[in-house]
């Protein structure tokens, strides 16, 4: 069977195509994906059996072979921030989510902008704790 990468999957249109390992590109449609898969992320390996249909080459009976590398996973140790210096922006952290809360508490979100801040935040020291 023939292996390749998804090249790009939008899971709202339902198709996307692989990159052939020999070259070329495959259509893969929704229906070809395995049973409880919904959408499958760019260079994601797998393998796939191939009809030629009116446009040309599809993708049939998609295996996946390894998930699409992660930049986080990719991240050394040696990359991570000091514990000593992660304690301060948590507690920095801990100040900016309070504000927050108060807000919640008497039935008001913070602005657009302002949660938009927060929730950037809050995804950089979580990725800075993965590590």
């Known amino acids: 069977m023939p ?10 249109k339902g198709f996307g195509f692989i990159a052939e390992d020999e070259g ?3 259509f893969l449609h929704a229906s070809a994906l395995p ?10 390996r797998v393998e796939f059996g191939i009809v030629e249909g009116r446009r040309g080459a599809q993708a049939l ?4 072979l390894e998930p699409a590398p992660s ?6 140790e040696r990359d991570r921030k000091p514990a000593e210096e992660m304690v301060v922006i948590i507690e920095d952290l801990m100040q900016l989510l309070d504000g927050v809360s108060t807000g919640l508490r008497k039935g008001h979100y913070p602005e657009r902008k302002v949660g938009a ?15």
């Open 71 to 76: 930049v986080a996973a990719g991240r050394r």
């Open 3 to 12: 292996t390749g990468k998804v090249r790009f999957y939008d899971a709202d």
């Open 117 to 131: 801040k927060v929730a950037q935040v809050l995804r950089r020291v979580a990725d800075d704790l993965e590590g």
């Open 35 to 44: 049973e409880g898969v919904t959408t499958l992320k760019k260079g994601a």
């Open 61 to 64: 009976s998609v295996r996946l």
């Open 24 to 26: 070329g590109d495959v």
